[in-house]
């Protein structure tokens, strides 16, 4: 998962409604098709592609379970499978996405006013902080964006040194995050969403996540004694966090594209990581006979 991480540490960022709200406004399709030429997927889950992913299943009893303690924590849609993130015509002109968030603000306590959204005359505005030129081409894009329906976003592009120490310290409104996911998820959760890392200075916790069941779905799957019940677990814990609006997905790549010398060869039957896993994958590879 990557993507554009709310600090809930920001008074702003809180309301659920407002996370929902601005996540609609990215549009994927055309940053994909005019910056990408349409070689990415939008990401839809925390475990994409994989039999840990919620989105497109519907829980089954054992996540039901698990979940049955705190009632509303996961939106219908969710527990469904039928959630998706918005997609539009990738024109650049989308009005049915801006159109749904600006509804969701209004229920929020927002309205436009002058062109600007404000809640109690304060305006809706805030920082994404970028590393670099790559990150600020997406966040300069996100912005012009939020631009339409009145929200001021201004894009900060600073050093490394100073990148880290504001990351460390949670000293951002929004940045983009990434939480790299392994086939068997564990104990690494606690430190990206658990509610002690939340305080927890240099964590990975970037949007300060502070839920009691976060915190369960967790235990649950670091608890789990079968397969069955660790998929439960996760996919429980998927919906949970899609529920939360924390992060607004941005993409990723299905293949892995690779060059090699047609004198080289390598095994019929690939890793699950993918033959450009790493470094030790080469060492499977010959040379043909000439």
């Not at 497109?56 to 998706?84: C, H, K, M, Y």
């Not at 970028?130 to 997406?138: A, F, I, P, S, T």
Request: glycine share 8%; aromatic share 10%; net charge neutral.
């Amino acid at each position: 998962m990557e993507g554009f991480v709310f600090n809930l540490r920001r008074p702003l960022f809180t309301d659920i409604r407002v996370r929902e709200a601005l996540g609609l406004v990215f549009d994927f399709d055309w940053v994909n098709t005019n910056l990408y030429d349409g070689l990415y997927k939008r990401t839809k889950s925390f475990f994409d592609e994989s039999e840990l992913a919620s989105t497109g299943r519907t829980a089954n009893s054992a996540e039901l379970a698990l979940l049955a303690p705190f009632p509303g924590a996961v939106r219908n849609d969710i527990l469904e499978g039928r959630w998706q993130p918005p997609a539009t015509d990738g024109l650049g002109a989308d009005r049915t996405q801006p159109k749904r968030a600006l509804a969701i603000l209004k229920d929020a306590g927002f309205k436009v006013e002058g062109g600007r959204l404000k809640s109690q005359g304060e305006a809706l505005s805030f920082e994404i902080m970028v590393k670099d030129r790559n990150q600020e081409r997406l966040a300069l894009n996100y912005a012009d964006s939020l631009a339409r329906i009145g929200v001021e976003v201004k894009v900060r592009l600073v050093d490394e040194v100073q990148y880290q120490r504001r990351r460390q310290k949670f000293d951002f409104d929004v940045m983009i995050g990434s939480w790299l996911a392994s086939a068997s998820p564990g104990n690494e959760q606690r430190s990206r969403w658990g509610s002690p890392s939340a305080d927890q200075e240099a964590s990975f916790n970037l949007a300060g996540v502070k839920s009691p069941v976060v915190d369960a779905m967790i235990n649950a799957l670091l608890a789990a004694k079968t397969h069955e019940d660790f998929v439960a677990a996760v996919r429980a814990y998927d919906r949970v966090l899609l529920s939360g609006f924390y992060v607004v997905p941005l993409f990723h790549a299905s293949n892995q594209w690779i060059a090699f010398s047609s004198k080289l060869a390598r095994p019929h039957n690939l890793p699950l990581d993918g033959p450009a896993s790493g470094g030790a994958t080469l060492d499977t590879w010959w040379r043909k006979e000439p």
